[in-house]
């Protein structure tokens, strides 16, 4: 008989024949996919009219691009608009590779028209979908598409594998070009004009005028189990998402599995994305997937408008049925919605913490100064809308990166002094005195050590009206370990802490009159921007950058810039 020592030794080095082995064919399986993306003017048809919008390839949506965890990306971007653009790609933790993240002016500057760059980044460790975006003004209105990251090749889903897998890419459009509107906000002060109509793949659907020939059709066969892959690519609203007669089981978010859990309605803001499954098990016939706001800011115009596709059974004709849908304002059933995810495995949440920041994330209002025209201090009383994290209005720079800047010791294109917290302790969702509404402007950043372990408790502000803010983080993935309403109170309210399972995600629905938590550790150096994903608050300054910096080993450390990177 053999020995227990030969048993175990014979154990150990079968064991590492076999993580050899895998670790090899899944090396052998990486692929790099090459990319030609054309950012160009294309005629649009919607709603009636026809438009010169900006696409990538000439297709509305853009190209999906369909990877497997591991896989590297070469995309080469040409600008042939006649607007600046750069492309991000949204969620994705392009460790070591910032100079490919894409938002202007943090660490590029923007592609001018004429010009063009390539984006290269490897998938590591990310499975679901994420999505791909302008980043570069209100470009992003018609500039997006799908990133589905399948297991890598051998790898299978943590639940059975779908029959069909659909892509769900919500949009908003406007019958105006939107980098109008929001070129018009700015120099009036006021709110943008809200979009005319929500999409579904481009599409609005149905409920619009001269839309329903082109309403887009998802297929099914009655008994299967299909995946959809939900994108909320609006500009600037969350939206309600459900499909009549079906439940849908949730099984990832933000390109991290969760545990799976059933619900009739989803709600995303902007940026997130939610893979669900659904079970063809009603009668034949054709069923409406709709979407339409969710609108939490008190008394604020939004888009009332519904947008559809269809769930078709096989043969089906009949009239779709319509789902119903929550209430514009319903606070509950979104709530319910964000506290059900849960990380699929046990997470590795950071229990040490080295910077215990405090960021509120609100509006504010900026007075005219006396002499200022009228027509440019339409919002409310005269005067302009802003919006600030920790009482800082965030100013991108403009004639350099804030990457390039660091890496390169550029002085005079930022500071690094953003508050670790409120400059002012005040009742932040209760009733903000007027004099606390002004914040100040400024391109300041906030330094990690490389390695550092970041909690942020993202407090939501009620200046002027409050409102649900979708919270984006560049370069990682965030726990989110607890949410809840009113002013977050450690004392209390740390008791709530999921540290056992909480979602891994990129960006973080900060509720309404509300609080978020968030923990992660700094181990992408680089320039990262965090920002409130509707794009109306980018432009007033809802955002701050993280720097986080080169660690001592060889991996940690930033590479020099491509050679093509754009300069300004
Ligand atoms: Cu989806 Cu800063 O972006």
Known sequence: MESVFSQTLRTFFLLISLLLFSSLT????????????????????????????????????????????????????????????TIHWHGVRQMLTAWADGPEFITQCPIR???????????????????????????????????????????????????????????????????????????????????????????????????????????????????????????????????ANHKLTVVGADASYVKPFTTKVLMLGPGQTTDVLIKADQPIGRYYIAARAYASAQGAPFDNTTTTAILEYKTATSNPIMPPLPAYNDTATA???????????????????????????????????????????????????????????????????ILQAHQQGIPGVFTTDFPAKPPVTFDYTGNVS???????????????????RVQIVLQGTQIFTAENHPIHLHGYDFYVVAEGFGNFNPKTDTAKFNLEDPPLRNTVSLPVKGWAVIRFVADNPGTWIMHCHLDVHIGWGLATVFLVEDGVGPLQKLEKPPTDLPVC
């Open 113 to 243: 028209p004429g010009g063009s760059y390539t984006y290269r980044f490897t998938i590591s460790g990310q499975e679901g979908t994420l999505w791909w975006h302008a980043h570069s003004s209100w470009v992003r209105a018609t500039v997006y598409g799908a990133i589905i990251i399948h297991p890598k090749l051998g790898d299978s889903y943590p639940f059975p594998k779908p029959k069909r897998e659909s892509v769900i890419a919500l949009g908003e459009w406007w019958d105006a070009n939107p980098i109008d509107v929001i070129r018009e906000a700015m120099r009036t002060g006021a709110s943008p004009n809200v979009s005319d109509a929500y999409t579904i793949n481009g599409q609005p659907g149905d409920l619009y005028k001269c839309s329903s020939q082109d309403t887009v059709k998802i297929p099914v066969d009655s008994g299967e189990i299909n995946m959809l892959r939900v994108i909320n690519s609006a500009l600037n609203q969350q939206l309600f998402v459900t499909v």
């Open 434 to 452: 007027q004099s606390l509404w002004q914040p100040i402007q400024g391109t300041k950043v906030y330094k990690l050590e490389y390695g550092s």
């Open 26 to 85: 899944s090396l052998a399986n990486a692929e790099t996919q090459y990319h030609e993306f054309v950012v160009q003017q294309t005629q649009i048809k919607r709603l009636c009219e026809t438009h010169n919008s900006i696409t990538v390839n000439g297709q509305f949506p853009g190209p999906t691009l369909e990877v497997n965890n591991g896989d590297t990306l070469v995309v080469h971007v040409v600008n042939k608009a006649r607007y600046n653009v």
């Open 335 to 401: 709530t319910a919605f964000t506290t059900s995810f849960r990380n699929l495995e046990k997470a590795l949440v950071p229990t040490e913490i080295d910077h215990n920041l405090v960021i509120t994330a609100g509006l504010g209002i900026n007075q005219c100064p006396p002499n200022t025209r009228a027509r440019n201090c339409q919002g409310p009383n005269g005067t302009r809308f802003t919006a600030s994290m920790n009482n800082v209005s965030f100013v991108l720079p403009s004639n350099f990166s």
